[in-house]
């Protein structure tokens, strides 16, 4: 009894929990309705086979067949769910429900219906099997148990002699608690796999993150920023006809950390990274790939709309308001930006397009700073600068 109630205590213990793992097994048992109920039309089929060769009985042989139509239907309904991307639990109960319903119509008849004289014995191990192939939540597979128990014994009641019925009804008590027993422990054995396999994946995932995240700055580091690179010229959307480049560098970053001290330096690259962060709303990747250098990356499909994003990026520093007494271009921070742009398909060279977009950076810092200077094979190089400096 203690066992049981401690199997109560792990339902309803950590009840988001349990919904998660519950989400995640589902849909698998739509996979299981179409294997189940395939296995279901054939045997009815074989069975349908026998009554209209040897006993020329078409009603029982319609019986059978009705019964594989029915399964193979259902088969078909779950397939076609399965290309769907999101399925409704509750269609998935009616499915479950309507296989058991097919599956116990099968059963009773053999057992019940068409041998009245005789024990019943395939029944029993169709209500143990039928549903250990689906994970359901404990209160649905008690109901349906009990649903099937409950037609099994009207039926025998009403059809069988009182010798035949008693040990029939004996039979199905032990099956259907059985059949209540083994699906209670191969849902909790899955729901503790499916718990385990969470957890790795939620450790692997906080590992890899770790490990391409700048933790100062929490944009990304150097490695993910090449390998980002390298997609991102490999894969583009069709919309997308240029990609674009940048480098960027704090003004006098050096100057302010002798100024203001190694704590003030990591809060200014603090509040940079939150405010390249912000740029992801248009679509802009960005990292750090160096002390005070940042990169970035994103598609453009007019080049004309790369001032907007420059001016959007100068804006969103400013508005920082990092005071920068030591500057020889502003009051407050500001960043030298060079951008490169190349038309997306025509080259594959990460380092040599990372070197052009240094060269635009160095360029910019030797055309006064706080500005960005743009650039590329198709594109004759102009100057960008804040418009009310």
Known sequence: MRKFIYSWRFYSFGREQYQECMNNVFNNNLLNIRHANTIVAIFAACFAFFPMVFEQDIFKSGIYLGVAFIAILISFYANYLMQLINVKKRVIYILITLFYANVMLFGSYIDVWSNPGKSAGLFSCLLICALLMYVNPPQFNLWLTLSGMGVFVVSA???????????????????????????????????????????????????????????????????????????????????????????????????????????????????????????????????????????????????????????????????????????KVSEYVTMSIGVYVVRCGSSHDTQGLYDLADKALYTAKGSGRNCAIVVGDEIKQYKITPKDE
């Not at 939620?202 to 933790?215: A, F, G, L, P």
């Not at 002798?258 to 704590?263: F, I, K, M, R």
């Not at 939150?274 to 453009?300: C, D, I, T």
């Open 157 to 327: 009641v009403i059809i069988k002699n009182y010798d035949i019925w008693i040990y029939d009804i004996a039979n199905i008590f032990v099956a259907g608690s059985l059949s209540i027993y083994f699906n209670w422990h191969i849902t909790r054995l899955r729901m503790g796999l499916e718990i385990s396999a969470t957890k790795l994946e939620e450790e692997r995932n906080k590992y890899v993150d770790q490990s391409i995240t700048d933790e100062l700055t929490q944009l990304r580091n150097r490695r993910d920023f090449m390998q980002t690179f390298q997609r991102y010229l490999s894969n583009y959307r069709t919309s997308d006809d240029w990609l674009c480049v940048a480098l960027a560098d704090i003004d006098f970053f050096k100057f302010f950390n002798d100024h203001y001290g190694h704590p003030k330096g990591d809060e200014c690259l603090r509040g940079i990274g939150a405010a390249l962060n912000s740029l992801s709303s248009l679509g802009v990747y960005a990292a750090r790939v160096g002390g005070e250098e940042f990169a970035l990356l994103w598609f453009e499909k007019d080049v004309s709309h790369i001032e907007k994003v420059i001016l959007h990026w100068k804006e969103t520093i400013r508005n920082l308001k990092i005071l920068h007494e030591k500057s």
